[in-house]
């Protein structure tokens, strides 16, 4: 892969300016999502890709409650479960009409959101907005799959010209990069990135 370069970074909860009808529909980390995917395509000219390993956690257990019981399924309830959820929202309240490209890959999100970002570059967008969260995980879940432990989120502005370049070498040992674990090395509290590769950062 060719070197993609970030050339802006948010990661943080920020006071969604989502409207209200669609603004309930999303929790917290929706809401952050959203917030950042504006802050990095303020024009909503870039596409757009979101990565999440479980998606909305809640809304899933939440329906899966519901058949147990022999309850009927909300049709919002469902539409909000999708893991293109955060976009479909985003998307409909920026009135955005690029693409968008919504993502899970077993762990191997960070890695899928480069690979998906470095296409569309390829065909010719100049820059690529990418998302990585990850949701409150519900007691049900926790201890059975891998989870950061907390709500988080980050996003980059990609390109191929501006910024500090990212680059990739063989790694001995292949992890699953959570979206805390990017935040780290990325503000340069880590040297590098395990995923199913060791990714590096040019440094300033």
């Known amino acids: 892969m060719a070197t993609v ?9 920020l006071s969604s300016e989502l409207p209200a009808m669609l603004r309930r529909r999303l929790d917290d980390t929706g809401h952050a999502t959203c917030d950042i995917l504006r802050e990095l395509d303020p024009q909503a000219n870039a596409p757009l890709v979101h ?10 257990l939440a329906m899966l409650e519901s058949l147990q019981r ?4 909300s049709p919002t309830r469902f539409s909000m479960s999708v893991h293109n959820a955060i976009l479909g929202v985003h998307s409909i309240a920026r009135s955005h009409h690029r693409p968008l490209q919504a993502l899970g890959a077993c762990g191997d999100e960070f890695e899928a ?53 990212i680059t990739a070498s063989t790694s001995a040992h292949s992890t699953s990069p959570t979206p805390v674990n990017v935040l780290q ?3 340069g509290e880590t040297a590098f990135l395990n995923g199913r590769q060791r990714w590096h950062l040019e440094q300033e």
């Not at 370069?5 to 909860?13: D, G, M, T």
């Open 51 to 60: 990565a999440s390993r479980h998606g909305d956690t809640t809304h899933t």
């Open 70 to 73: 022999g309850d009927p399924i």
């Open 5 to 13: 370069k970030p050339n802006r970074l948010i990661s943080a909860q």
């Open 113 to 165: 959101l480069l690979h998906e970002s470095y296409g569309y570059l390829m065909a010719g967008y100049p820059a690529v907005v990418a998302a990585f969260s990850e949701s409150c995980l519900p007691a049900a879940y926790q201890g059975v799959t891998q989870h950061p432990g907390t709500a988080c989120v980050i996003g980059m502005r990609l390109t191929l010209q501006r910024g500090r370049a």
């Open 185 to 187: 090395w990325l503000s």
